[in-house]
């Protein structure tokens, strides 16, 4: 799954360039850069690999998301579409520009549920944020067909699903932005690191200016630039996208053995009658850091998960629903409006109603929901005994839950 399994000799020469010039920055000292510009070349490295017209670079995921967010006039009192399922990220970009996070069902997509966001329309509604989940996507086109009938913006978070696509396309790059996340734990990494992805000009020029303290760099050199508007300092630095770059021209391998792990591992789970898959809306677009599957209740799930811990083979089998970091049902300091500063009133009063909100429809379909996060370092006699062992744990649940019932 994560690029950092495949680090070595390729990652250190990117690095060492940099090191070479001492310029850690990504602008500017034009001289002594000696025509090392890594941030720029992994911006044009991204365009072509995913298609997009524009990348901008950004010191993370969250402050991709959050500039994007700012660039496409999100502020307060405007509301944002997202999932119940997600990371913590997705809502903190939402609240730091001063919007707010309407939460939202997800369906078997494992994101939004296209009913449930139509249901959640109001007049403030700007945004619809649908997160491409565990490496697959959204349904896009249906998502994308209520921001045209409504006007609203459509942003992706794509941050964990590098090298999908959605009917040819990458996804990131079909909605108005997209972001993706270069943290440790990305399927492609830069130590820390993210990049806002869009085909509009003048979105991507607002974040080439806004992730810079809104320089417009336009000057001989930085102290002569102007600043249009007010920025901040979301920079990445020369040797984080030194990394990326040596990361990326390996996405293609990463990739492929994503596909061919986790379809391996898929067949063992095929032999299980009553587990379900997540439904990928195009599943040739899967990137395959994940397989994730559904049991039919969560009583099972649970004793699948408590079995799976017994046998020692938990650790990358991801059960959501009882995770601190993905899930609303854990989102206490959410509910709780756990802040260090001030919120604005209506951000305050839709999360104080947050606490009284349920939302069987998202329960039902996370309690049942186990994913497993596919190594780039398996060898294939890993992959089939981790797929015997887990079809053999599920079906002795299964067995003793009949037993009992
Ligand atoms: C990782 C992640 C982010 C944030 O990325 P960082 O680079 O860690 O800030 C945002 N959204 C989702 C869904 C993520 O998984």
């Not at 697959?136 to 045209?148: E, R």
């Not at 992706?156 to 734990?185: L, M, N, P, W």
């Not at 395959?288 to 004793?303: M, R, V």
Request: hydrophobic share 40%; charged share 20%; aromatic share 8%.
């Amino acid at each position: 799954m994560p690029g950092f399994e495949f680090f070595g000799n390729e990652e250190r020469k990117e690095v060492n360039d940099v090191l070479e010039t001492g310029i850690l920055m990504r602008y500017g000292f034009d001289g002594p850069r000696k025509g090392i510009w890594k941030a720029k070349e992994l911006e044009e490295a991204i365009t072509r690999v995913f298609g997009a017209k524009y990348a901008q670079l950004t010191s993370s995921g969250t402050t991709a998301l959050t500039t994007a967010l700012t660039v496409l006039n999100i502020g307060a009192g405007d509301e944002v579409i997202m999932p119940t399922f997600t990371f913590v990220a997705s809502f903190e970009a939402v609240l730091g520009v001063g919007a707010i996070p309407v939460l939202v069902d997800v369906d078997e997509t494992l994101t939004l549920n296209p009913d449930a966001v139509r249901a959640a329309i109001t007049p403030r509604t700007k945004c619809i944020m649908p997160v491409h989940m565990c490496g697959s996507m959204a349904d896009i086109d249906a998502l994308q067909q209520i921001c045209k009938k409504h006007q609203l913006v459509f942003l992706e978070d794509a941050c964990q699903s590098i090298g999908a696509t959605y009917k040819g396309k990458a996804v990131g790059t079909i909605g108005d932005a997209g972001a993706f996340s270069f943290d440790f734990v990305k399927t492609i990494t830069c130590g820390e690191g993210g990049v806002i992805l869009t085909n509009n000009e003048e979105v991507y020029l607002k974040c080439d200016g806004y992730t810079d303290h809104g320089h417009d760099h336009k000057g001989i050199d930085r102290g002569a630039d102007l600043h249009p508007f007010i920025g901040q300092n979301f920079r990445i630095s020369e040797l984080h996208a030194a990394v990326g770059l040596a990361q990326i021209r390996k996405l293609d391998q990463f990739l492929a053995v994503q596909r061919k792990n986790q379809r391996l591992l898929r067949s063992y789970l095929e032999q299980v009658p009553e587990l379900s898959f997540r439904v990928i809306p195009d599943a040739e677009g899967d990137s395959c850091t994940f397989l994730s599957w559904f049991l039919p209740t969560e009583a099972i799930a649970k004793a699948v998960v408590a079995e799976m811990k017994v046998q020692g083979i938990l650790p990358g089998n991801f059960y959501w629903y009882a995770n601190n970091w993905h899930y609303i049902k854990q989102w206490d300091h959410l509910k709780d409006i756990a802040t260090l500063n001030n919120l604005n009133a209506e951000q305050k009063s839709a999360l104080q109603k947050l606490r009284s909100t349920n939302f069987p429809a998202s329960d039902a379909i996370m309690s049942r929901c186990i994913s497993t996060a596919i190594s780039l370092m398996w060898t294939e006699e890993q992959v089939r005994e981790k797929g015997a062992k887990m079809a053999a744990i599920i079906k002795k649940v299964l067995s003793e839950a009949t037993v009992h019932a």
